[in-house]
């Protein structure tokens, strides 16, 4: 690597001075400069930083002295050195006025070119070691501003990774509280859904039991009924069980669809003015014989109140649940008590009984679907556990409120029910007349289907059913009401007897092999008046459901009726079609109003 050639200030007035000292410094890493005064001497100080100054003391104009004050009153050559060259007379108060204004040394003319090489050898060498320190200074300050610089990135890497890993650290725990949380709402959820299969399983379990008990003893008494040793009582009595069996299994299948059409939001209410005394006059005439075999004694203390806004068959079911409930649960020659009262602009309808009474333990779970007391198979009464959630829900769509109090065990039960006198409209409600548009086709088979049977003297009817045990039993039923009876298995066989006979009245199933009821009442409606097309029909099945009720009648059906059907209603509704056109009309307003218990 070449040296850096070093600058020299050379300042004297004379030419040959100058040369002479040129000769005598002459060396290649030296840059001599020449100054003949001391202004160009200023000149060149201004210009560029010298390593070292001769200066000439005599000089015209400005003397050496001058020019080195000059020199050192700037900051860029404060501390250049400089050596003063004189020939005048040495004498101390030259020498100490030369070092005054900052000289480094003192050499009088003739002086040793040896002893001028080697002092400006020594100037130079410090100058190059200042100059090397400077570097080095100044690559150190690049260095520690450098190293400052990555210790700022550094740094700010740090705390971006810092930051970073807070919230890696922060999103892990929302991640594992969300999971905890999640875990935590999956474990409730299977327990739920364990519960729920558990509940599910007891239904099933309790609905096989309910169903199975009714349908042996009819199989049973029909048994008996074939065999030769059965007697008029016999006979009698089986057809007593038979009956009350297959009222059980009607009760049981209504309370299934009602909660069905409840889960689903299918139930609505027909709302008209109703009074109350007489639904629960109606309810206590249905009790009555259950309360009167066990001797339990029911007492009223109804007053008379106004009739309020509800669903006439929907309350008559209320009330109806909590009295055979309170008479079910209630031990022989125990006590129930009903009371009406008018409280406010409300009615509080209450049902006490001294029976059983309620656990604590369940008493948060009476209405509740399919949760009973007591579930396991060695229970003393039975039931599927829907009662109670069908009254609450009922209950509620009429805008009121049930509640149950027990003091426990044995200590009996009170049910309070309180109901707004009038109930706004709201997309559960229909203002209508009382009829329950929802509630499909045929009233329960009660007791009190032992009314009397409208007769049907003259009246042809034709009856289409697949199965030959209900289209035997229809005819035979219909032809002990003395109606005149055709029968047909098809709806092609009852289309061609249909042109031929002309009966007053079609009744037919929908359910069918090949071509279903409805496909029959469709080709008998596009019939001619004179082909019996217009034959009033009655759609008898065991579809039930609010919409199997609105395709019928939009098929073409008059009247839709669901199995198993009450033998008064059947009777009065064919008398009513065979009646005339004004009987006929197939709008949910013209069906006749069914009362429900």
Not at 11 to 28: K, Q, R
Not at 487 to 499: F, H, I, K, N, V
Not at 523 to 533: A, D, F, I, M, Y
Not at 541 to 550: G, L, S
Request: aromatic share 4%.
């Amino acid at each position: 690597m070449m040296t850096q050639r070093v600058d020299i200030l050379l300042v004297d007035d004379h030419e040959e001075n100058l040369l002479a000292l040129e000769a005598i410094l002459v060396d290649p890493s030296f840059n001599l400069v020449r100054a003949s005064s001391g202004r160009a001497a200023l000149k060149e100080v201004l210009g560029r930083e010298f390593a070292l100054i001769l200066l000439d003391v005599a000089m015209p104009d400005l003397d050496g002295y001058e020019t080195a004050e000059l020199i050192r009153s700037r900051d860029r050559s404060r501390q250049t050195p400089i050596i003063f060259l004189t020939a005048n007379y040495r004498s101390d108060a030259q020498v100490f006025r030369g070092y005054s204004v900052g000289a480094v040394d003192y050499i009088f003319k003739p002086f040793s070119p040896e002893i001028l090489k080697s002092k400006v050898a020594v100037f130079v060498e410090l100058y190059q070691k200042r100059e090397a320190l400077k570097r080095q200074t100044q690559a150190l300050l690049l260095a520690h501003e450098e190293l400052e610089d990555r210790v700022r990135a550094r740094t700010r890497e740090l705390a971006e990774t810092n930051t970073a890993l807070r919230d890696e650290v922060d999103e892990r725990k929302r991640i594992e509280a969300e999971r905890l949380v999640l875990l935590e709402s999956e474990q409730r959820a299977r327990a739920h859904a364990e519960a729920v299969n558990r509940l599910k399983d007891e239904f099933l379990a309790t609905l096989s039991h309910e169903l199975r008990t009714p349908l042996n003893a009819i199989l049973g008494w029909s048994h008996l009924l074939t065999s030769r040793k059965s007697d008029p009582a016999m006979v009698e009595r089986a057809i007593g069980v038979i009956r009350n069996n297959a009222m059980a299994q009607s009760q049981l299948i209504e309370d299934i669809l009602d909660v069905s059409r409840i889960i689903g939001g299918k139930l609505r209410l027909k709302l008209a003015r109703v009074p109350l005394q007489e639904v629960i006059g109606a309810a206590l005439d249905s009790v009555s014989p259950a309360a009167q075999a066990k001797a339990i004694e029911i007492a009223r203390d109804v007053d008379d109140i106004e009739p309020i806004t509800g669903d006439y068959d929907r309350l008559q079911q209320v009330v109806w649940n909590l009295l055979s409930n309170a008479v079910k649960f209630t031990p022989r020659e125990g006590r129930v008590t009903v009371s009406l009262k008018r409280v406010e602009d409300d009615v509080v309808l209450r049902v006490e009984d001294t029976g059983i009474g309620i656990s604590p333990d369940f008493l948060p779970y009476v209405f509740d679907r399919f949760r009973q007391a007591d579930g396991t198979a060695t229970r003393r009464h039975g039931g599927l556990g829907l009662g109670m959630a069908i009254v609450r829900y009922l209950v509620e769509l009429h805008g009121g409120t049930v509640r149950v109090h027990s003091e426990g065990e044995g200590q009996g039960a009170t049910f309070t029910i309180e109901l707004p006198t009038h109930l706004e409209l709201t997309g559960d409600h229909d203002e209508d007349t009382g009829t329950p548009m929802e509630d499909t086709g045929t009233p329960m088979i009660e007791a009190g289907d032992e009314a009397p049977v409208q007769h049907l003297d003259g009246v042809s009817v034709m009856v289409v059913d697949d199965d030959q045990d209900s289209r035997s039993f229809m005819s035979q039923l219909l032809q002990n009401h003395g109606a005149s009876v055709v029968a047909a298995e098809s709806t092609s066989e009852a289309l061609g007897r249909l042109r031929q006979l002309r009966p007053r009245v079609l009744i037919s199933d929908i359910g069918m092999p090949g071509e279903d009821g409805y496909a029959l009442i469709r080709r008998v409606r596009e019939l001619s008046e004179g082909e019996g097309g217009a034959v009033p029909a009655i759609a008898l099945t065991a579809y039930a459901r609010p919409e199997d009720e609105r395709a019928a009648l939009g098929a073409g059906y008059q009247r839709h009726l669901s199995k198993p059907v009450s033998v008064p209603h059947l009777m009065t509704t064919i008398a009513e079609l065979a009646a005339g056109p004004a009987a006929n009309d197939p709008t949910p307003a013209a069906l006749p109003a069914r009362r429900r218990r």
